[in-house]
């Protein structure tokens, strides 16, 4: 934090973002206003979003729908459920040939294998 009180660098954070690929499935409507659905694989995700490279443009704000396949509440018995998660894009960053677009889910929070507050 600094001195005016507002909090600077990654101390905003209230998750810690983990760098690692799970594939995800995103549907929505992209910058043109077509309807896509496009398989990809996460850069970086949190309990509560997540960012991705889509070669794509999407518009911020936008919604979109998040799949991440086994990654949802496993039901008494059996294997975990498909997490799904309507969710807000937040930032479009461009890199090389590809956008880095970041997400945070709309109601929802991922659980994950590793503490996350800071």
Do not use: C, W
Not at 79 to 108: C, M, N, Q, W
Request: glycine share 8%; proline share 5%; no cysteine.
């Amino acid at each position: 934090m600094n001195n005016s009180g507002r909090f600077v660098g990654h101390e905003r954070r209230a998750q810690r973002r983990l760098k690692t690929a799970i594939p995800i499935l995103v549907r929505g409507v992209d910058a043109q206003g077509k309807k896509f659905e496009d398989s990809a694989e996460t850069v970086e995700v949190s309990r509560r979003g997540l960012s991705f490279l889509t070669e794509r443009k999407l518009k911020s704000p936008a919604t979109v729908t998040v799949i991440i396949p086994g990654r949802g509440q496993p039901h008494p018995g059996s294997r975990p459920t498909d997490f799904l998660a309507r969710a807000a894009v937040v930032r479009i960053h461009k890199e090389a040939e590809s956008y880095r677009v970041s997400l945070r889910f709309i109601g929802a929070t991922l659980a994950t294998h590793s503490a996350e507050t800071t």
